[in-house]
């Protein structure tokens, strides 16, 4: 027994070597990481459905798709197609426990709320004669922050080379109306008073939201890596009804009409944001 003392203490020296090797080649004493990155989202439900509605609402539908229209400086009516999300986002991460990782992330977007491409309000149904008109008031635009807590497990106690990275996120989704746009009535009614335009317009719409995301690293050099990776993203309400009809309501507190019941933006908002559930990713991570 005593001839084997040599050997588990040569084994014990050299499994500690290794170890610390891999401590410095790999961790560098590193514990916070800090993330820069882009996320591209094809707008793959609004794209099928482009230019559909619902016949069987009493009220023209604005129905599904990818169009949105806007007034330029010269107050014209123009449109174009947002088939696209593009979604940048910044995050830290503390590590623990070697392969560990918990978080704050944050990202910013810009919205457009889109509808079919040629939109028309009035009445058409079984018990109405038609009496279409074209819809020519501007569609709302919001900026999007998010917040969330992440947690992450590393596959190894190796931050670098080519590691992988599952997280997991909880947090909100913030819309909040972009109040510098030209929003009109038509081309010559502006929304001076943008309370005629969105009830409530001050208030922002604010959704629950998970995600489960993958990471693919790249170590580039001892503090930088290349980050390539999927976000998914869930909500935690489901009550969306796209096909909702006239998009216009009645702000009883304030006793006027508006262009856009919270109700109808609240739906829109919450299809084509979560119903868009998979983002592509890449950035580049600091790590000190």
Same mark, same amino acid.
């Not at 309501?249 to 299809?271: M, P, W």
């Given at each position: 027994?005593?001839?084997?003392? !040599?050997?588990?203490? &040569? ?20 514990? +916070? ?12 439900? !609004? ?13 023209? *539908? #604005?129905?599904?798709? &990818? ?7 010269? $107050?014209?009516?123009?449109?174009? @197609? ?24 944050? +990202?910013?977007?810009? @919205? ?6 040629? !939109?028309?309000?009035?009445?058409? +149904?079984?018990?109405?004669? %038609?009496? #279409?008109? /074209? ?14 807590? &992440? ?29 510098? %746009?030209?929003?009109? %009535?038509? !081309?010559?009614? /502006?929304?001076? $008073? ?5 009830? $409530? ?11 489960? +995301? ?24 489901? $009550?969306?009804? /796209? ?29 084509? *944001? ?10 580049? &991570?600091?790590?000190?």
């Amino acid at each position: 027994m005593r001839n084997l003392y !040599p050997y588990i203490l &040569t084994f014990v020296i050299i499994s500690t070597a290794f170890y610390n090797q891999a401590q410095n080649s790999y961790f560098f004493n590193q514990r +916070n990481i800090f993330t820069v990155n882009a996320s591209y989202n094809p707008r793959l439900v !609004p794209i099928l459905r482009d230019n559909s509605f619902d016949a069987n609402y009493y009220e023209t *539908s #604005l129905g599904l798709g &990818t169009y949105y229209q806007r007034y330029d400086k010269d $107050d014209v009516l123009v449109g174009g @197609h947002n088939k696209h999300n593009l979604m940048l986002n910044l995050a830290y991460g503390r590590i623990f426990n070697r392969n560990k990782v918990i978080g704050l992330e944050f +990202n910013y977007q810009k @919205h457009r709320m889109t509808i079919n491409e040629n !939109p028309t309000s009035g009445y058409n +149904n079984y018990y109405y004669e %038609e009496d #279409l008109e /074209p819809y020519i008031v501007s569609t709302p635009v919001f900026n999007i922050y998010d917040i969330q807590f &992440t947690y992450g497990l590393f596959n190894s106690n190796h931050l670098a080379p080519n590691q992988h990275l599952i997280s997991y996120g909880v947090g909100v989704r913030i819309f909040s109306l972009d109040k510098k %746009e030209n929003y009109r %009535e038509d !081309p010559s009614t /502006p929304y001076t $008073d943008l309370s005629y335009f969105l009830a $409530d317009y001050e208030k922002n719409f604010i959704f629950a939201r998970l995600s489960l +995301n993958y990471t693919y690293r790249i170590l580039l050099s001892k503090n930088l890596s290349f980050d390539l990776g999927v976000n998914s993203n869930i909500t935690l309400t489901t $009550d969306f009804d /796209p096909y909702a009809g006239d998009p216009s309501g009645y702000d009883f507190a304030n006793n006027k009409k508006v262009a856009y019941s919270r109700e109808y933006i609240k739906s829109r908002l919450g299809n084509y *944001s979560f119903f868009n559930i998979f983002y592509f990713r890449t950035g580049l &991570t600091f790590a000190i």
